[in-house]
């Protein structure tokens, strides 16, 4: 499975999954269709599925235009965004399962930024790194905000992302890498692998390269929204509970 990052409006990624041996795409989170179209006609492949995490129109913008172009694919989505996806199809709930490229991806109910966003996962396979379509709940250095869920929730949901395999490679959906790390340094100030990734980040963006994947492990090392439980930044946010600690340090980013 080949995944081809597409960058659209002023800072998303859709990603673009291809089967070379079968000719087909999938894609995840489609906010504009024009870019995705050209990719998947240059490839000379089918769309067959279009992978939606949630309902913000810069996930599902181009779900109209890509089925009005290949009529055949096929619109998935959580279960509790019913109604709010355009043309979804297929309803999904934690523990359902997805196929690609003859890869199986689990869905995760990952509720927090919006209540019924869902995730993907695609565990490792023949050589082949885990992948994770996490929309908008998990970002490189940092996490969602909390349109429609809670702390507790959002806890819990990106506890379930942490607990991946360390080499799982994330694909978040927008480039908010740099800024994150920006406030990261401002609650982990002793975190030389934070300083490090940030120096490097700023370079590729210096050079507009995209900092995304990211991967699993070096959140846990870095981001400090799957830190909660961190001691230095539990003593930097002078709290203890891990809904508390979290719930902090999303107001704080929220402000910064």
């Known amino acids: 499975m080949d995944i081809l990052t597409i960058p659209v409006l002023s800072d998303n990624y859709v990603f673009l ?3 070379s041996h079968k000719k087909q795409a999938a894609v995840v989170d489609p906010a504009v269709a024009t870019p995705v179209i050209r990719e998947i006609e240059k490839l000379g492949a089918e769309l067959i599925a279009i992978f939606n995490t949630h309902h913000h129109w ?3 913008g181009g779900n109209h235009e890509l089925l ?3 009529p055949q694919a096929t619109v998935y989505g959580g279960k509790e965004d019913k109604g709010r996806i355009p043309h979804q199809q297929v309803f999904l709930q934690e523990g359902d399962t997805v196929e690609f490229a003859g890869r199986q991806a689990y869905i995760y109910h990952v ?19 885990g992948e994770l379509f996490c929309g908008d709940t998990l970002f490189a250095g940092g996490c969602g905000r909390l349109f429609e869920g809670t702390p507790a929730q959002m806890v819990q949901s990106l506890n379930k992302l942490r607990n991946l395999p360390d080499s799982t490679r994330v694909w978040c959906a927008h480039e908010y890498t740099l800024k994150n ?3 990261a340094l401002t609650v982990d100030q002793d975190n030389e692998i934070l ?11 210096r050079k507009n390269l995209p900092t995304i994947p990211s991967t699993i492990g070096l959140e846990k090392l870095t981001n400090p929204f799957l830190r909660w439980d961190n001691p230095s930044i539990k003593s930097t946010i002078g709290l203890e509970e ?10 704080m980013k929220d402000n910064f």
């Open 17 to 19: 999954l291809y089967d």
């Open 58 to 60: 810069d996930h599902v």
């Open 68 to 70: 009005a172009r290949f």
């Open 111 to 129: 509720p927090g930024h919006t209540k019924g966003h869902i995730a993907y996962y695609f565990p490792p396979s023949q050589g082949e790194e």
């Open 181 to 183: 790390l920006q406030f």
């Open 195 to 205: 300083r490090q990734r940030y120096q490097q980040v700023a370079e590729d963006r």
């Open 242 to 251: 891990p809904e508390r600690v979290f719930a902090r340090l999303r107001g």
